[in-house]
């Protein structure tokens, strides 16, 4: 284990370092501040001087402008351009040219030919130059050129006597003087650079190391230019408003511009070690001042871990590490009263005050080792005691848990000196008898139900206790204690499904129930795997045998447990609630197969059963309306089929269920009739539109008498409430004739088809030929009695 850190360590690293981490986001935050602050005065300042360069230079050309229109204007001009004598001209452009402080002056025609220039011959040779004046000469103008590394700004006036009689040009050198004039304006670094070339000539500089510049950004545009060694913030403007030749670029140091926050930057960082340091100082004496009576405590607390809470703890100090002492004292006693109730309560039941299951199982164990030794038996009973829920939802659960009390009243009074009773549940009791066996436990059973049925009173109501027991026995179901518990209530769950008083756990339960469970949990993946198949069993019309509709049946290719009938685990999935998906997966895929074998040709009555918890779902008329929209089938073409036993779990809710369902048009069909419990009171209140007689009854109808009477009598009763009637199960050709002659409208079963899956229902249909199973006169004779069959 790596090194302890102490608590001294702690609180300084605790303090110091988020002081620390405030101190440098602070200072980060401020330099990020200062620094956008800069540039942005930075960039103010350049547009500043951008302006006031544009403005000197406006104004600069303006009186320039002036005086090449003077000298245009001079009478000495225009009388030595009337003689045409090129020396006078010349030299009156030379005077004037001085007088203006003009580098170079010209006079052209008006077609723009060179009459006379202050050029010496050697000059007159620059072509460019001249050419430049010439072209320049064409039309009143200012502009800039670039001849031999030298540019000009160049001014041309029209030279009148009163008519225009030539043009008089008059350039001016860009030169470094006026870089410094520009320089001295604005504050900044300034450059003069011609662009007229293939790559930007710079003509002068005020800047040591003038940055990398870019011509092509628009005009007067602040931009960042990466120099040799810092970067500068970079506008330029042409020297001649609307012109490209020469630019005017000012730039500013971004270095030189921080140059004022550095010191600023250095106070800051000063400041924040000197504060560290003063706070580390003081941290490190307080937390000295407080680490003594925490270890005092801690030392103390180490004893009540290895159960010493009579040492008490002592400090002088008054602050609230004394109060804390004192607090730590009352607690150690306070302790020490309540680890022995801790103890019991882990062990036993708060209602009852009777073992809870781990220490039965602790019990238990200890008893099978003694078995072990001196093999003897040893036998657990689950006992649960019944109606509780009913008994909760009556008298309330304060009543419920004043009966559990009395019945562990009842039989701890009962047990023997080295019999165990522990309560495993809310109304489930754990008994073991150590020596006996299931024939032994089973007589015990018989004196649990004498002790328990002889009735408690409760208040003013007498309550007579029923139980269900399951039993297992060591060594015959198990060796160990918690397969003995799970067995007993294995076996105790197993009776009250079969509604028997005890029975005691056969070998291979636990498998069943391990499969059933794993039913169950599968079904919902199942689902949406695609591994349920909805199958249709054809029903035919009696008596001309045309194929009327179908019943959707399921089918389930488990990929570990195989092929799973309904009977598998339609029942798992009613107890565990799936049995909701399952139906609504059903009727989708029924409704679906319906609707493609209307496109076949195939106009069928389509019947899907509805359980117990779909009757109890008010949701379900509104899934079934959606269901029939999507798919876009009539409603008078889906049939639900339900049995007697799941609408008398709940009349009043399964009938309005039922209700809303036939508002819709859907048709209601009690199915497996005459196997239930209902009264005919109860079946004249049910929406109802046909019977469905059960294959119990039609499959021997023609060798049980007794069964016959059964089916025509159902058959004139469901007449005679205007209901139809569907036989099921018919397995040959004479008890179809006999069901044909009793009036029945449907029938189904195995002599007609086996459930089909949908392709195959559909080769079914091409193949079929109805045939008729009863003349109208034999049918008549068949509803007036039993004697009258149709051959």
Known sequence: MGKRTTFRSKLLLLTILPLAVAQAVTLYAVMRTVERDVRQQAKESLSIGALVANEFLAARAE????????????YGLKEATATGDEATIRSVLENHS???????????????????????????????????????????SESTTLVDDTAYHLFTVPLRAPLPIGWVVLGFEIDTELAARLYDLTGLDVSLLYAGGTAPTVLSSRSASPADIDLRRPAETVYMAQGEA??????????????????????????????????????????????????AVAVAWFSTSIASPLRTLGAAARRMISGDYGTQVTLRSRDEFGELADSFNAMQTAIAEREQRISHQALHDLLTDLPNRAS???????????????????????????????????????????????????LRASLAEDEVLGRSGTNEFVLVLPGQDSDDAQGCVERIDKLLGSGVTLGRVDIMLQTEVGIAVFPRHGKNADDLLRFASIARTEAEKSSERVRVYQAGRKDEFVRRLRIV??????????????YLQPKVALPGGEACGAEALVRWQHPELGNLRPDDFIPAAEQSGTIVLLTRHVLSEAVRHCCALEKTGHTLQISVNLATRDLLDEYLPYHVMQTLKDHRLPAERLTLEVTESSIMEDVRRTVIVLELLRDLGAKISMDDFGTGHSSLAQLRNIPLDELKIDKSFVMTLCEDAHNDAIVRTTIELAHGMGLSVVAEGVE????????????????????LSKPLAAAELVLWLQRYEPRPWADRRGTLRALSGPQAVPE
Request: proline share 2%; hydrophobic share 45%; with cysteine.
């Open 732 to 751: 040959d050709e004479a008890a179809l004739r006999r069901i044909a002659a009793l009036g029945c409208e449907q029938a189904q079963g195995y002599f």
């Open 230 to 279: 810092d970067q500068s913030l970079t506008i330029q403007t042409p020297f001649v408003r609307g012109g490209d030749g020469v630019f005017v670029v000012l730039q500013r140091s971004v270095r030189d511009a921080m140059q004022p926050y550095v010191e600023a930057r250095r106070g800051l960082l000063a400041f924040g070690a000197a504060l560290l340091a003063v706070v």
């Open 521 to 534: 949990n599968d079904l919902p993946s199942a689902l949406r795997r695609g591994e349920i198949e909805v």
């Open 63 to 74: 009186q320039l402008r002036t005086s090449v229109a003077v000298l245009a204007a001079d």
């Open 98 to 140: 001085r007088r203006v402080g003009a580098d170079v002056a010209a006079l052209f025609d008006l077609d723009g030919a060179l009459v006379a220039s202050t050029l010496d011959e050697s000059m007159r040779t620059r072509s460019d130059l001249v050419r430049f004046m010439a072209d320049a000469s064409r039309q009143r």
């Open 360 to 410: 039965v199982l602790k019990e238990l164990t200890l008893r099978i080792e003694q078995a072990r030794t001196s093999d003897r038996p040893v036998a657990v009973l689950s006992i649960s005691l019944a109606r509780m829920g009913e008994i909760s939802s009556t008298l309330g659960h304060d009543a419920a848990d004043e009966l559990v009390k009395m019945a562990a009243k009842h």
